[in-house]
């Protein structure tokens, strides 16, 4: 059974930083590209960053030179750190794996950027 399970969201102010964490567990997470998304309320989700299984990465421009993206391949892990967080990052992240045709989900970790 596969899982991937968020985690690091939280309330932080503006300008601040967080490191969110996607562990992953019933998939060869070696040969699997992973994702981060996000959606806000009333919005479509839309992703954020991603990186290949050979660690080739991808972001919004929106979040370009702010968040990066990585991946240990043996804690099954990928992250997401973001910097100079702006209120308009608020939203539920999740964490995608992708290979081939399959596609699995994470529950999300909500991130508030407020003062």
């Known amino acids: 059974q596969v899982h991937l399970v968020e985690s690091g969201g939280g309330l932080v102010q503006p300008g601040g930083s967080l490191r969110l964490s996607c562990a992953a567990s019933?998939?060869?997470?070696?040969?699997?590209?992973m994702g981060w998304y996000r959606q806000a309320p009333g919005k479509q989700r839309e992703l954020v960053a991603s990186?290949?299984?050979?660690?080739?990465?991808n972001y919004a421009d929106s979040v370009k030179g702010r968040f990066t993206i990585s991946r240990d391949n043996a804690k099954y892990t990928v992250y997401l750190q973001m910097n100079s967080l702006k209120p308009e990052d608020t939203a539920a992240y999740y964490c995608k794996a992708t290979y081939d045709l399959y596609n699995y989900w994470g529950q999300g970790t909500q991130v508030t950027v407020s003062s």
């Open positions: 019933g998939i060869i997470f070696r040969i699997y590209h």
């Open positions: 990186i290949t299984s050979n660690s080739m990465t």
